[in-house]
């Protein structure tokens, strides 16, 4: 049972146009949620996250949308670059998890095109 | 320059054999993990540790076993009862276990392949 689903396996952008990654979560405890970035043969890199209690979290060209009533999240790029191209992980925890056990989306690869 | 060291990057074994990857942090994050990665999919917990000398099965602890005897370092053994394990192993840790609005930080990763 994936309790985090990333339904587009990959996603092609031109370079300057907007990226949308998109997320689904089924477990309704889950409270903050995270994107991570993963090139391949390295660790993830932590992004962005947003607590379920705001809608938006901003970071520079990244935004993260929270849709608490449909359990959807989305993660914006904006204008998308070449380095962005690579594989995102959307990822969910909830506060009274005491070990913070991550549940991890099945990633989305991004390819952004000059 | 602190960070998540895990080593090494490739490693071979063969079947029957149990090996041991690395993982180290200069972090002082009291909460380090490991999961597995496999071709086309996301990651799965296999055993996490928020204190030393106690650590937590996670989703896929079959056929693995750990230890945390230092805050700083959190071995994993792959056992031969592991029936699948090549895969990309990730190792993890966060600043204050119990806290839940704290990122994990990620090592780069071993890759494991059976010989």
């Known amino acids: 049972d994936q309790q985090v689903k990333q339904n587009s396996p990959s996603l092609s952008v031109q370079e300057g146009r907007i990226s949308i990654l998109n997320c689904d979560y089924t477990n309704s405890m889950f409270d903050y949620f995270l994107w991570y970035k993963k090139y391949p043969a390295e660790g993830p890199t932590f992004l962005i996250s947003?607590?379920?209690?705001?809608d938006k979290n901003e970071d520079g060209r990244f935004t993260v949308f929270l849709n608490k009533s449909a359990k959807h999240l989305s993660l914006h790029i904006v204008p998308s670059q070449p380095g962005d191209s690579a594989v995102y992980f959307c990822a969910a925890t909830s506060s009274d998890n005491a070990g913070n056990m991550l549940t991890f989306g099945g990633g989305t690869r991004l390819m952004v095109k000059p | 320059d602190g960070g998540i060291t895990q080593s090494p990057k490739y490693l071979f074994r063969k079947e029957g054999q149990n090996v041991t990857l690395s993982c180290e942090q200069n972090l002082n994050h009291d909460a380090m993990y490991w999961y597995r990665q496999d071709p086309g999919q996301g990651l799965r917990l296999i055993y996490y540790?928020?204190?030393?000398?106690?650590?937590q099965k996670g989703d896929i602890a079959e056929g693995y076993s750990v230890s945390r005897e230092k805050k700083e370092s959190f071995p994993l053994t792959v056992t031969s009862a592991q029936k699948n394990p090549t895969a990309f192993y990730l190792c993890?840790?966060?600043?204050?276990?119990?806290?839940?609005?704290?990122?994990?930080?990620f090592g780069d990763g071993t890759r494991l392949s059976i010989l």
């Open positions: 993890a840790s966060r600043p204050h276990s119990g806290r839940t609005n704290q990122p994990q930080h």
């Open positions: 540790s928020q204190i030393v000398n106690d650590f």
């Open positions: 947003i607590s379920s209690i705001k």
